[in-house]
């Protein structure tokens, strides 16, 4: 198994220290400092074809099957 951090190479035991460090820094922030901190957009994941074929998929899926909950629901109440 790859115990690599995609894409920067480093073990990801080396990189625990360093995501603890961080955690203790953002628990003294002040709460306006943390929001700041907090509200930064992520960037997109990269993610293969297959991967956005199956959450396009997903999301199709939910839209059918709750509209096929709402029909229902209007149905019964006739």
Known sequence: MNDTHQGS???EHDRQ???RSQDKQVTHL???QLVAETSRPV???ALSAR???GLWAL???A???SLIV???FIAQLH
Do not use: K, N
């Open 30 to 32: 002040d709460p306006d």
């Open 43 to 45: 960037p997109r994941a």
């Open 9 to 11: 190479g480093v073990p």
């Open 59 to 61: 999301r199709v899926f």
């Open 51 to 53: 991967t956005a074929a």
């Open 17 to 19: 220290p360093q995501q």
């Open 70 to 72: 709402i029909y229902t």
């Open 63 to 65: 839209v059918l099957v």
